[in-house]
C-alpha cells in the first residue's frame, strides 16, 4: 500500500475505509499486513478499533463485517484461507495486538453489551465474580448507564471475536452448511489449540523486545462503590490489587495470563446469559427468558468443552515427592488442574438447565444434548488408548473418574431428570428423538457409571452433625474472583463434603435433592419404558399402514366408481414421508434404548410387559390403532389423563374428520365445480321426490333390499363415527337412504369414462353399447359385492 510514513493516523485510518469500499478482499488483506508491519504503535491505536470493527462486525449487529459464521472453505476457499492465516495467533492481526499491547494502550467496550447477568450487577455497582472485568470499570462522571470496560488490545480483540457470535446471529446465513465448517468455528479451534495447548506451554508472543511482560490493567478507582456478592468488598479488592503486579511480573504467568483470559471471555460471553441467584429462586419453565441460544452458539460451546477436557486431561501426573511438586509444577499445570471447576462448571451447569426447560420440543435439540453428553463424558478425551479387541465391547469407566463425577453430580443426575421430562413430552416414533433416547442411555449404560453416579449420591446422602454455614462452603465454590495464581484453599479430603458443597453451590442451601435411582425416578423411567414400547408398536403399524397404501396404489385405481373419500384425513405422520429405512431404525434406536434402560435401573422384561398390558398400548382387533383413551359421557367422549398422554406424544390421535353432509362439502380440487352444483340438485331433486320409496326398498329383508343398501347409505358411516370424539347428539342423528351422484363430477372419474369410450372405439364399440358393457359389468360386480357382504356381516353376528 503506498502510504509514506509521514501521514497522519485519520489520513491512514480514512485510506484504509477507501480502501475496504474499492478494492477486493485479498489485496485489502496484504494492505493491511504491510501497514501492520511499517507502521508504529502510535499510529496503528487508531485505527485498531475500526480494524476490529470491520472484521468481526459492530456491537449492534448493522456492521456485518467479514461475516466470519458464513465464510466457508468450499464455497469461498480463497477468501477462506486468507482470513485464517491473516487471524491466526502467529499471523498479521495477533501481531499488531502484541505491538499495541506493549505500549499499554486501552480501549473502551460498552457494558450494556455484555451479557444480561454481568450487564445488571455493574448497573447496580455490584462487582461481578469474574476477575476479567476487576479495574476495568469506568463509570461517567454524572452517573448513568453509560459505562464503559477499559481494556488492553488482546482483551478488545478476544472480546470482540467471542461476542459476535452472539451480536452477529441474526445476520443473513447459508443454512445448507454446517457450522463447523465456518471460518469462525475454524478460528475457536486454532485459539484454543493456541493458548491452552494439550502439549508443551503457550508460545511467547512474538514481539520486537522478548521477554517483554503484558502490562497489567490500570487499578480501577477507589471511588467507585462496589461490593462483591457476600463477601466484603475491601479485602477483596486488596487482594487482586495487590495481587496482579506479581502476576505479570513472572515471564511464566504472562503466559497464563493469556490463557487464562482467552478462557474467560469465552465463557462469560457464551455461557454468563443466565444468573445463579435467578435460577435457584425462579426454577420454572414459565420464567421469560432473556437470551434464546441458537444451534450454532451451542456447537461453539461443544467445542470447547471438548477441548477443555482434553486440555485437562493432559495434566502431567503428580510426582511422589511433596518437595519435587513446589519446585517443578509450571503454572500452565496450575491452570490445568482447575480449569473445569473453577471456570466453567457453575456458569454450563446454569446454562443446560435453561436450554433443557427453555429449548423447543424438536430435533435441534441435539446439539444441547451432544454438548452435554460431550461434559459428562471426560474419559473420551484422556490421552490413553481403549484397548484393541477382536469384538467391539462398551468400555467401562475407570474409578479414577469418580472424583470427576461425584464433583459434577447435578450434572449427570438432575439434566438426566430434565432430559426424562422432555422425552416423555416428544414423539418418540421420529427417528431424531428415538436417536436422542437411544444416545443418552447408551452413555448412562456405559460399564462402572451407574454404579458410580449411585455412589455420588449415597455420599450426598450421608447425614452430618453439623452442616456447614454457607459462608465455609463458598470456599467451594468454582467462581471465586481473582487469577486462579491467587491462594487456593487447601485440598479437603472428605468426598461427602465435596459432594454436598457442589450441590449446595449450584442449587442452593434449601434445595430438595432428587434421588436419580430413587423411586421417584424410576417412576418417570417406567413410563419411558411405556411410551418406548407404544412408540415401536405405533410406527409397525405405520410402516404396515405405508405397505398397504404403496400396494394399492395401481394403474387400475383409475377405473374405481365409488365415491373417493372427500374428508381429506390425514392419518400418518413424518414417516410416511421418511420410508422404511427410517422405520426400521427408529425401531433399532428404541429397542436399544429401552435394552439400556433395563441395564441402567435395573428393570426386567416381566415387568415392562405388565407395564405395556396395563397402558393398553396392545393393538386393536382389526391391526388398526386404537383411538385415545377416553370414557363414556353424556356430552360424548371424553379424554382421561391417558389419553391427553397418548395425543401428546402421538400414540393415539382420533380420526379428524368431516361429520357434516358430505355432498355440502366445499368442492375439491380435482371436481369440476359447475357439474357439482349440477348433480348436487338433480341429486336433491329425486331425493325429494322418492324418500319414501328409498325407505321402503332399503327396509326390505330380501336381496333387493340388500342392493339399495349398498348403494342408497354409507356402509362405513357407522365405524367413522365411533371412532370420532363426536357428541352424542350429533352423531346419533338418523341419516335417511339417499341418491349420490357428486362422484360423476370427479375429474378421475371422467377421465375413466373416456378413456373407456376411447378404448371401446379400437373394437368399433358405439358409445351406446359401451355404456350398456359398463352397466352391466357394473351390476354384475355389485351384486357379488353384496352377497359376499352380506354373508360375511351374518358370520360376524
Known amino acids: 500500500m503506498a502510504v509514506p510514513h509521514l501521514q497522519q493516523p485519520s489520513f491512514l485510518l480514512a485510506s484504509l475505509k477507501a480502501d475496504c469500499m474499492n478494492k477486493p478482499f485479498a489485496q485489502r488483506c496484504h494492505d493491511l499486513e504491510i501497514v501492520i508491519e511499517d507502521f508504529p504503535a502510535k499510529e496503528l491505536h487508531a485505527i485498531f478499533p475500526w480494524l476490529v470493527e470491520n472484521i468481526f462486525g459492530s456491537l449492534d449487529g448493522i456492521i456485518i463485517g467479514w461475516n466470519l459464521r458464513c465464510l466457508h472453505g468450499r464455497a469461498n476457499p480463497t477468501e477462506y484461507a486468507i482470513a485464517l492465516d491473516f487471524l491466526d495467533p502467529s499471523g498479521p492481526m495477533m501481531k499488531l495486538v502484541y ?289 484393541q479387541s477382536t469384538e467391539p465391547q462398551p468400555r467401562s469407566v475407570s474409578e479414577k473418574w469418580a472424583p ?167 392419518t400418518g405422520n413424518d414417516l410416511d414421508e421418511i420410508g422404511q429405512d427410517s422405520i426400521k431404525k427408529t425401531d433399532e434406536y428404541l429397542e436399544k434404548a429401552q435394552e439400556y434402560l433395563c441395564q441402567i435401573f435395573r428393570l426386567n422384561e416381566a415387568q415392562l410387559s405388565q407395564l405395556m398390558l396395563n397402558c393398553g398400548a396392545a393393538q386393536a382387533e382389526n391391526g388398526k390403532k386404537q383411538i385415545p383413551d377416553c370414557i363414556e359421557s353424556e356430552d360424548g367422549l371424553i379424554l382421561t389423563p391417558l389419553g391427553r398422554y397418548q395425543i401428546i406424544n402421538g400414540l393415539r390421535r382420533f380420526e379428524v374428520e368431516y361429520q357434516g353432509d358430505t355432498e355440502l362439502q366445499p368442492i375439491r380440487s380435482y371436481e369440476n365445480a359447475p357439474l357439482v352444483r349440477l348433480l348436487f340438485q338433480l341429486s336433491s331433486a329425486i331425493n325429494q321426490r322418492f324418500a319414501d320409496q328409498m325407505e321402503s326398498l332399503c327396509s326390505r329383508e330380501d336381496f333387493t333390499g340388500m342392493l339399495c343398501r349398498y348403494h342408497l347409505t354409507n356402509p362405513s358411516l357407522a365405524e367413522k363415527v365411533r371412532h370420532s370424539p363426536a357428541l352424542k347428539q350429533r352423531s346419533g342423528c338418523s341419516r335417511r337412504p339417499r341418491i349420490s351422484l357428486r362422484f360423476l363430477a370427479s375429474y378421475r372419474t371422467l377421465l375413466s369414462w373416456f378413456m373407456m369410450y376411447f378404448i371401446a372405439s379400437w373394437f368399433c364399440i358405439g358409445p351406446l353399447a359401451c355404456t350398456f358393457i359398463i352397466l352391466l359389468g357394473y351390476l354384475l360386480y355389485v351384486i357379488a359385492v353384496t352377497f359376499f357382504t352380506e354373508r360375511w356381516r351374518l358370520h360376524r353376528h
Open 99 to 387: 505491538k499495541l499491547q506493549a505500549e499499554e494502550y486501552r480501549y473502551e467496550f460498552p457494558v450494556s453489551y455484555l451479557p444480561g447477568p454481568v450487564k445488571a450487577s455493574m448497573q447496580e455497582r455490584v462487582l461481578p465474580e469474574c476477575s476479567l472485568y476487576y479495574n476495568k470499570v469506568q463509570f461517567p462522571p454524572s452517573g448513568g448507564l453509560g459505562s464503559n470496560l477499559a481494556l488492553n488490545p488482546f482483551e478488545y480483540y478476544m472480546f470482540y471475536f467471542a461476542i459476535s457470535l452472539i451480536t452477529q446471529r441474526n445476520s443473513p446465513t447459508t443454512h445448507h452448511v454446517s457450522p463447523s465448517n465456518s471460518a469462525y468455528f475454524s478460528l475457536v479451534d486454532t485459539y484454543l489449540k493456541w493458548f491452552l495447548p494439550t502439549e508443551g506451554s503457550v508460545l511467547p508472543p512474538p514481539s520486537s523486545n522478548p521477554g517483554g511482560a503484558i502490562p497489567s490493567p490500570a487499578p480501577r478507582s477507589p471511588a467507585v462503590p462496589f461490593m462483591s456478592y457476600g463477601m466484603h468488598h475491601t479485602s477483596l479488592l486488596k487482594r487482586h490489587i495487590a495481587h496482579q503486579p506479581s502476576v505479570n511480573a513472572d515471564p511464566a504467568s504472562q503466559e497464563i495470563w493469556r490463557s487464562e483470559t482467552l478462557l474467560k471471555v469465552f465463557v462469560e460471553m457464551w455461557l454468563h446469559h443466565y444468573s445463579l441467584e435467578m435460577y435457584q429462586k425462579m426454577q420454572s419453565p414459565h420464567v421469560k427468558e432473556s437470551f434464546k441460544p441458537t444451534e450454532e452458539h451451542v456447537l461453539v460451546i461443544r467445542l470447547l468443552v471438548k477441548h477443555l477436557h482434553a486440555f485437562a486431561n493432559s495434566l502431567k501426573p503428580e510426582p511422589l515427592s511433596p518437595s519435587a511438586h513446589s519446585h517443578t509444577t509450571s503454572p500452565l499445570e496450575e491452570f490445568k488442574r482447575v480449569v473445569i471447576p473453577r471456570f466453567v462448571q457453575q456458569k454450563l451447569y446454569v446454562f443446560l438447565q435453561h436450554c433443557f426447560s427453555h429449548w423447543p420440543l424438536d430435533a435441534s435439540f441435539r446439539a444441547v444434548l451432544e454438548m452435554w453428553l460431550s461434559y459428562l463424558q471426560p474419559w473420551r478425551y484422556a490421552p490413553e488408548k481403549p484397548l
Open 404 to 570: 470427576f463425577i461425584q464433583e459434577n453430580l447435578l450434572m449427570y443426575t438432575k439434566l438426566f431428570v430434565g432430559f426424562l421430562n422432555r422425552a416423555l413430552r416428544t414423539d418418540l416414533v421420529s427417528p431424531k428423538n428415538a436417536l436422542m433416547v437411544f444416545r443418552v442411555a447408551k452413555v448412562f449404560a456405559q460399564p462402572n457409571l451407574a454404579e458410580m453416579i449411585q455412589k455420588g449420591e449415597q455420599l450426598f446422602l450421608e447425614p452430618e452433625l453439623v452442616i456447614p454455614h454457607r459462608q465455609h462452603r463458598i470456599f467451594m465454590s468454582p467462581t471465586l474472583g481473582g487469577s486462579f495464581l491467587s491462594s487456593w484453599p487447601p485440598a479437603i479430603t472428605d468426598a461427602s463434603f465435596k459432594v454436598k458443597s457442589h450441590v449446595y453451590c449450584l442449587e442452593g442451601q434449601d434445595s430438595q435433592y432428587k434421588q436419580m435411582f430413587g423411586p421417584e425416578v424410576r417412576n418417570l423411567v417406567l413410563r419411558l419404558a411405556q411410551l418406548i414400547g407404544q412408540a415401536q408398536q405405533t410406527a409397525k403399524t405405520i410402516s404396515d399402514h405405508s405397505a398397504e397404501t404403496l400396494a394399492s396404489q395401481s394403474f387400475l385405481s383409475w377405473f374405481r366408481f365409488g365415491p373417493s373419500d372427500m374428508n381429506g384425513s390425514y
